[in-house]
């Protein structure tokens, strides 16, 4: 993309972002699910996430695609008008904006101190995930995918390290030197391990072969820290709910590599389950599987 196209997108970015500001976080959210869920299934990207869908879930009809779909693009449109609202989520108390499932779980890396990985997926408000992670008192570090804009990646960085995490990490070969300090200084990582990683290993996800991050279970492994598995759900507007369940196990072999490939597997079929219960909450748009 030319330097003039960059600067298009990041002022109409601009834009969106000042307007939903303004709006107000219920507002931002309706409205942003409204333009997506509108604009959303003209635009070719659809297309690939049907064939994606009816690819991995070929009981669903078109109609049932359909309705997941919008749902998928009403839910997206809402994180974006979400964006400039971040801090004002709450995870505390009767009337709380997410609720927490399994704090014993999230609360015992709190009090001991010990590094833990959080993986979760492109699900819900995924950016909720690493917050309720550092409302609980844990310190964390974030792993993100920059956006290709520098513009638009400052503005969204900036935005997580003062409402979410001050520890940004993009993924990278800088970033997983960052990982390693981070774990050994006793700093937990939230990741999402839902996309391809053409740089990863082929595992199996929906009974199909995948290339998949083999980041959780490589730095697992190597440093012996647990993976905690998140789910997370929108329920209604901007109301939340997220669960963090007990570690994975997994019996050491001594063969690294099956090992990587075994725990790999496993974070796949957790997120594999989470999205066949809520295929309208996870994000189709990724190109998750190579042609058939």
Request: glycine share 8%.
């Amino acid at each position: 993309m030319s330097g003039w196209q960059h600067k298009l997108e990041s002022a109409g970015f601009s834009l969106l972002m000042g307007a939903f500001k303004a709006l107000g976080r219920e507002r931002a959210s309706a409205c942003g699910g409204w333009l997506f869920r509108t604009i959303g299934p003209k635009i070719s990207r659809h297309k690939k996430a049907d064939a994606s869908m009816a690819r991995v879930l070929p009981d669903l009809t078109p109609q049932q695609r359909a309705d997941y779909l919008s749902q998928m693009w009403d839910n997206l449109g809402r994180v974006a008008g979400e964006y400039p609202h971040l801090g004002s989520f709450t995870t505390g108390g009767p009337e709380a904006d997410i609720e927490v499932l399994g704090t014993d779980v999230l609360d015992s890396f709190a009090e001991d101190g010990k590094s833990a990985i959080f993986v979760s997926g492109h699900f819900a408000n995924w950016e909720l995930m690493p917050l309720t992670v550092a409302r609980a008192g844990v310190d964390g570090a974030e792993i993100y995918r920059a956006p290709n804009n520098p513009a638009v990646d400052a503005w969204i960085t900036t935005a997580r390290q003062q409402h979410i995490m001050a520890h940004q990490v993009p993924k990278g070969p800088s970033g997983a030197r960052e990982l390693v300090k981070c774990l050994k200084s006793g700093v937990s990582l939230c990741m999402l391990a839902d996309q391809k990683m053409n740089d990863g290993i082929e595992s199996v996800f929906f009974g199909r072969p995948a290339m998949s991050p083999a980041a959780p279970a490589t730095m697992s492994l190597r440093y012996n820290v647990p993976i905690v598995p998140v789910t997370f759900e929108r329920l209604a507007g901007t109301k939340f709910r997220i669960r963090f369940w007990p570690p994975l196990e997994h019996d050491k072999t001594g063969d690294m590599q099956a090992d990587i490939a075994a725990i790999t597997l496993k974070v796949n079929a957790f997120l594999e389950d989470w999205i066949r219960q809520r295929p309208g909450m996870w994000l189709w748009l990724h190109n998750r599987w190579p042609k058939d």
